[in-house]
Structures are given as C-alpha cells and as structure tokens.
C-alpha cells in the first residue's frame, strides 16, 4: 500500500508554484480591468463613495486569504509505503524472501546484531513476536522498529553518498557531513545505528580478529572528508560482526532532531523531512499462492508456525514558506524524490510483487496446474480402459 499525494515530490511543489504565480499575474491583470470597470460604473450609479471603499476591501481580504491557504496547503507532502515479512515462530526468526530487499536486510540485521549484541539476542528470545490484538508494548516489537528505522537511515545516508559525490559539490561549503560523533545522542538510541557504527577500535571482535573490508576510499569530495573504511565484517557462525560508517551528508545548517522518541526529523533551510516507521504488530495477508510456491511453504502448517508482519513507514515533506519565492539552493534538495522513489521500489509491497510478475506467474502455475490435472485424469481413463478390455 502506497498513499501520497504525488509521487515526485519536488516536481509536484514546483508545477503548484508556477501555477500559483501564474494566478498571481492574472488576478492582477483582472484586477485591473474590474478597477477600469468600476470606475465606469461608479459614474453611471451613484452610490455613496463608503460603499465602494468596503466592497473593496472585503475583495481584496478575500483574494488574500484564498492565496495564502492555497500557499500552505501545498506545502507538506505525505508518503506512506507499507511493507511485510515474514516471521516463524517455531524457531524465532525471520524468514528470506528472495529479491525483496526491505525483508533480506531486516533478517540480515537482526542475526548480526545478535552475533554480537548477546543482551539484544536475550531480549528477543525472552519475549518472542506476536500479534497486537491488545495494543500492549513489546520490546520485541521495539526491536523491529529500531531495525527498520535503521533501514531506512541507511539507505539514506549511502544515497546522500551518490548523490554528492559529484563533481559540481567538490569542496563546497554549503555542505556538512553529519558524522558519528557529531549526530545528536538521540540519534544514537537506535540501538542498530549505535552498534554496526561504532568504532572497530572500540569492539573486541575487530581487536582480536582478523576482518574483512568491502570498500575502501570511496568517500565524499566535499570537505576533504576522508574515508578509509566504510564497511567491514568478519563472518561467525551465528552471524556477522558488521562495522558500517554512517554518516549524513546534507546542508550545512541543517539540524537533525527526535521527536517522541520516533519521529526523525531533518530541519533544512528549505525544507523538512520526516520519517517515522510504524510496527504496531498488525498482520497482513499476501496475494493468493506466493508462499507455498514462491517460498515453498507448507500452507498447511502456516497458521501454526508463521505470522506475516506488516510494517508501514511513513515519510513527511514540509516546504517552508520561503521556498514558495526563491530559485536557488534546489540543486541540494534534489535527491529526496529520487531517495523516495528508490524507498517504494524497495519496500513497498505491490511494487515487490510487480516486480517478480506474480500475477503473471501465478495464473501461469494456475494453467498449469489445471492441464496437468486434464491430464492425470485421461491416464487414469485410459488405465481403467485397459483394464476393462
């Protein structure tokens, strides 16, 4: 389930800007020719001048009360993307779902963290998943939540990676990197954020073993910032010990804020964005046939042994009023649409199953199905003929 109202965020506030300046010149035009009008009429009736005067103002209270609201309605943009997986209650984990990215990254989350984080593991076997029919806390689900989150704060900080790391932002001073140390603590409470980015110098698994490094001096051109390992990992049996840099790379005066203890929130000059994750430990039903034979799945036995999650994240666009009247500065504001777009793509259920074809395969399995039951019954005909003669 997707809701918003567009899908290009920038691209939809800047055609409602042009349209909204192209009222302006127009009512203004009109505006005079009614003057001229008036005037005429005034000369042919004649009324008392107070008349005319309050008439006036009441047209022109009116005008700009309707601009304004037009104004700030078309400031904040919502987008809502639900998305799923899947948990067996036999043995407490999460199941892989094959091409879905959202779910392969939160089961890969939680058997690293918990290959290293044995007080996490602890609460997460001590209290196991269950559906909220009572909308009681869990520190189970609090769990998911975090993990989520951290989802979506990742992928965020390596697309605002790709994004400036472009030649036209080299060494430009209207960026800031939002390092570790430098994000708010409250940041930190994300208990994902604050283990898999916690320096290797600071862990005793990266003292005491040998690990692996996947990139080395990616890095971003602006602010000469340096750095020398952005993922690293060394693989246990239970999982991996997983070392991740994050880091924000957004515009300088930007303030990055919690508010109830779940909303993040970037304050931009222009802009502020919002991102919430929903896990309430509500289930969702899947599309007819995906899990007995996409994920091989005995339907039988699923009621008893799985529960498929949904969990809906939110993302909140509010345009500042000053961005109603100014054309500089966009370029750094530029990535949000593309970063949302590559969020649905990723999570978003119905974009998940349009991208395997299910539909397609499944009325395909369906065909099949049914002529391998055509024939298994003429076998069977035949055998009883043969058996008749």
């Avoid at 009324?47 to 700030?72: E, K, M």
């Avoid at 349009?354 to 499944?362: A, E, L, N, S």
């Amino acid at each position: 389930m997707v809701k918003s109202n567009n899908k290009a965020f920038l691209n939809e506030f800047f055609r409602k800007r042009r349209y909204l300046v192209e009222i302006i010149v127009l009512s203004l035009i009109i505006a005079l020719g009614i003057n001229i009008i008036s005037q005429s009429i005034s000369e042919i009736i004649v009324l008392n001048p107070i008349y005319y005067l309050l008439l006036g103002i009441f047209l022109c209270a009116f005008s700009v009360l309707y601009f304004t609201y037009r104004l700030i309605s078309n400031r904040v943009m919502n987008l809502e993307i639900e998305g799923f997986f899947i948990y067996n209650k036999e043995n407490n984990k999460i199941i892989d779902i094959y091409r879905y990215d959202f779910s392969s990254n939160l089961k890969d989350y939680l058997k690293d963290a918990f290959a290293e984080d044995k007080a996490l593991k602890s609460i997460w076997e001590n209290e196991l998943l269950s559906v909220n029919e009572f909308f009681e806390e869990s520190k189970s689900r609090k769990i998911i939540q975090e993990a989520s989150e951290y989802y979506a704060l990742s992928k965020l900080s390596t697309h605002l990676e790709d994004y400036f790391n472009k030649d036209e932002f080299a060494d430009d001073e209207e960026l800031k990197v939002f390092k570790r140390n430098e994000l708010p603590e409250i940041l930190l409470n994300n208990r994902f954020i604050e283990l898999f980015s916690k320096p290797m110098d600071q862990r005793y698994h990266f003292l005491e073993e040998k690990y692996q490094i996947k990139d080395k001096e990616i890095g971003i051109k602006n602010n000469n910032i340096n750095h020398n390992i952005l993922f690293a990992n060394i693989p246990t049996e239970n999982g991996d010990i997983i070392f991740e840099k994050f880091y924000l790379t957004l515009p300088k005066n930007t303030k990055i804020e919690r508010i109830n203890n779940q909303i993040v929130i970037l304050k931009m000059d222009l802009m502020n964005l919002e991102i919430k994750v929903d896990f309430l430990g509500f289930s969702t039903v899947l599309p007819e046939g995906f899990l007995e034979h996409y994920l091989d799945i005995n339907i039988a036995n699923f009621i008893e042994n799985y529960i498929v999650f949904q969990v809906v994240f939110k993302f909140r666009v509010n345009f500042r009023l000053y961005s109603l009247f100014t054309t500089r500065g966009w370029n750094y504001y530029n990535w949000i649409d593309s970063y949302l777009n590559k969020m649905k793509k990723q999570i978003a259920r119905k974009d998940f199953f349009k991208k395997i074809g299910w539909d397609t395969v499944f009325t395909l399995l369906h065909c099949q199905k049914g002529k391998n039951q055509k024939s298994h019954k003429k076998n069977n005909n035949k055998f009883d003929n043969k058996l008749k003669e």
